[in-house]
Nanobody, 116 residues
Framework: QVQLVESGGGLVQPGGSLRLSCAAS????????MRWYRQAPGKERELVAT????????SYANSVKGRFTISRDNAKNTVYLQMNSLKPEDTAVYYC?????????WGQGTQVTVSS
């Protein structure tokens, strides 16, 4: 079965950096587009970044463009989100996502808190 396991969240000061990881299993990872979403308290889940199957195409929400970088290692079935210059408004639970057989699959999420 499809499994997505996020890690790497935590508490960081404004201006700091974190690197999130998502380990995937149960499907052909190298054939699928992968995405990172986030959900802040009281807000809807929003798309943060997308990476195509070979990593050749990426896209970002305007709010994170220039600060976040999505990447993947198909040999390790892992997708990453490097987050730099973090702001308090980046505080959220971050989720890894894949659309598998027309159904969205989600990990359990990892909490990122940006605060001094």
């Amino acid at each position: 079965q499809v499994q997505l396991v996020e890690s790497g969240g935590g508490l960081v000061q404004p201006g700091g950096s974190l690197r999130l990881s998502c380990a995937a299993s149960g499907f052909s990872f190298s054939s699928h587009v992968m995405r990172w979403y986030r959900q802040a308290p009281g807000k809807e889940r929003e798309l943060v970044a997308t990476i195509h199957s070979a990593g050749e195409i990426t896209s970002y929400a305007n709010s994170v463009k220039g600060r976040f970088t999505i990447s993947r290692d198909n040999a390790k079935n892992t997708v990453y989100l490097q987050m730099n210059s973090l702001k308090p408004e980046d505080t959220a639970v971050y989720y890894c996502n894949v659309l598998w057989r027309d159904i969205n699959r989600w990990g359990q999420g990892t909490q990122v808190t940006v605060s001094s």
